[in-house]
Every structure is written in structure tokens, then in C-alpha cells.
């Protein structure tokens, strides 16, 4: 690695924690969290105060960050163009399992998908861009519902559905929100989600969501398998491999590592 400013990695350490906390914090709490000395830690949130990227609070002398972090990342939402940003990674993943890839958004109900990568193989899932499907028995959609977190109330809004049951497109599709909440409850714990022939007979998928440097859910990965390639051992591989891309492209959109904790360490 190239020379880094120490000063710089600092300010920009403190103003990320800043940014994340949940309330407004003493320097003593960004001392602490960092591994400052308290001065330091003082000296670098005054710098950012003067330059207007926190704000300190008069009668509690407490900082949290400015509204011009809110600005900045309103305006780098909007210069980026999810499909080419992150085309090169899904094209990565196509290139390493042979299945079809696709990038999709959630819009209502629906899914729309944004790009994709045709198999190769004799047997493909079909799909295609700008092409739309029910939210609930697709991969990618019910990633995005379940990243979501959404009450059983909340899924019913978000899916328009008054009541009774789903429309069932073929005979494994969830058609009650009950068995629908469960499945997403199980895809949010495992980090992705998937379709057995739920949407089109012979047709399985994969899904697992993208989120941006606000924990936003933005998009989803989703991979469509023929269900003579999707055996559980199989499955689970690709799944593997699917979450890895959709780490990789929530990372691309600014979303922290999970493994990540941001540290400065003391000067020598």
C-alpha cells in the first residue's frame, strides 16, 4: 500500500464512527471506541466541526454528524448506476457457476430485473431484462422482503394483498403470508433466500440482498437454476457463492464489511 496521511485516516475514522452512531457521543466515547487519546480525539472532532462536518451541541457538548453527510450521500446515491457498477461482479459470478445471474430491484410487489447473465449450459432459466415477477415466490424478491424485516402487517402492505391467499403460479408456490413469513424469516437468518419452482415449473433460484452505506436494501443477486441442477448439495454451493457476490456488491455500494471494525491506533 501506497503513503496514507495518518491525519487523514484518523479524521475520516472518527467521522465514520460519528456517522454510524446512534446518538449524539462525547469525545470520551470516541476516544474510547478508537483508541485515541482524549485529545486527539477532541482536537479531531473540533477540526470537523470547523468544516462543518459534525455539529457539537452547546449545552451537552455532545457531536454527532452533520446533515452534509446526508447531502453527500443523497448525491453519490444518485451518480451511481447500480447495473454498471456492479455488472463486472455478476459477470464474475456467471463465469464461475455457468447459471444465470441477474441483478433485480424491488418495486411493490414485483421484481424488476436490471441485467443479466445467460447460462451457457444446454438447460437455462429463462428471464429477462426489464422483465418483472411476483415478489414472493422469486429468489431475489423474497431476499429483498426478508432483508426488509418487515412485520406480517408491513409484508401485507408491501405485497398489496388485502387478504385470502396469493396467486399460485404453480403447486409449490407459498400462497398464504403465514407459510410467506416463515420462508423469509428462514432466508433472513440464513442470509439468502431461494425458490423451488414457485414461479415457473422446473425453474429454481437463488437470491440474497444488496445493501448500501445506509443499510438500505437496494437490489438482490438472484441466480435461476434448472431444477435438474438445483439437488440440495448443489444448492447449498451456489448459495455460497451467490452471498459472496452480494457481500461483494454491498461493499461496492459502500455497506461496511461485517468484519470490519474501524480502529486507529495510538501514535507512536
Request: hydrophobic share 45%; proline share 5%.
Amino acid at each position: 500500500m501506497g503513503y496514507m496521511d495518518s491525519t487523514l485516516v484518523k479524521g475520516l475514522s472518527v467521522l465514520e464512527w460519528l456517522a454510524r452512531a446512534p446518538k449524539a457521543c462525547r469525545a470520551v466515547d470516541v476516544a474510547q471506541a478508537l483508541n485515541l487519546p482524549r485529545s486527539n480525539a477532541h482536537r479531531t472532532l473540533q477540526t470537523l466541526v470547523a468544516c462543518g462536518w459534525a455539529v457539537q451541541d452547546p449545552v451537552t457538548s455532545t457531536y454527532r454528524a452533520s446533515l452534509r453527510m446526508f447531502e453527500l450521500g443523497a448525491l453519490v446515491d444518485s451518480a451511481v448506476d447500480l447495473k454498471s457498477l456492479l455488472h463486472p461482479l455478476l459477470a464474475k459470478l456467471a463465469h464461475a457457476t455457468g447459471e444465470t445471474i441477474h441483478l433485480a430491484v424491488l418495486q411493490g410487489a414485483e421484481i424488476v430485473y436490471l441485467d443479466k447473465f445467460d447460462s451457457p449450459l444446454p438447460v437455462a432459466a429463462y428471464s429477462r431484462i426489464g422483465g418483472r415477477a411476483p415478489a414472493y415466490c422469486v429468489a431475489s424478491g423474497k431476499a429483498m422482503l426478508a432483508a426488509m424485516k418487515l412485520d406480517f402487517e408491513a409484508l401485507a402492505r408491501q405485497l398489496d394483498h388485502p387478504g385470502g391467499l396469493l396467486t399460485r403460479h404453480t403447486p409449490n408456490t407459498l400462497t398464504t403470508l403465514d407459510s410467506l413469513y416463515a420462508d423469509l424469516e428462514r432466508s433472513r437468518n440464513r442470509g439468502w433466500a431461494e425458490n423451488r419452482e414457485e414461479w415457473r415449473l422446473g425453474v429454481c433460484g437463488l437470491g440474497a440482498p444488496v445493501f448500501n452505506a445506509r443499510a438500505e436494501v437496494v437490489a438482490a443477486v438472484g441466480m435461476s437454476v434448472p431444477s435438474i441442477r438445483f439437488a440440495k448439495k448443489q444448492a447449498r454451493q451456489l448459495a455460497d457463492q451467490l452471498s459472496a457476490c452480494a457481500r461483494q456488491a454491498s461493499e461496492a455500494l459502500g455497506y461496511p464489511p461485517a468484519s470490519r471494525s474501524v480502529r486507529v491506533s495510538n501514535p507512536s
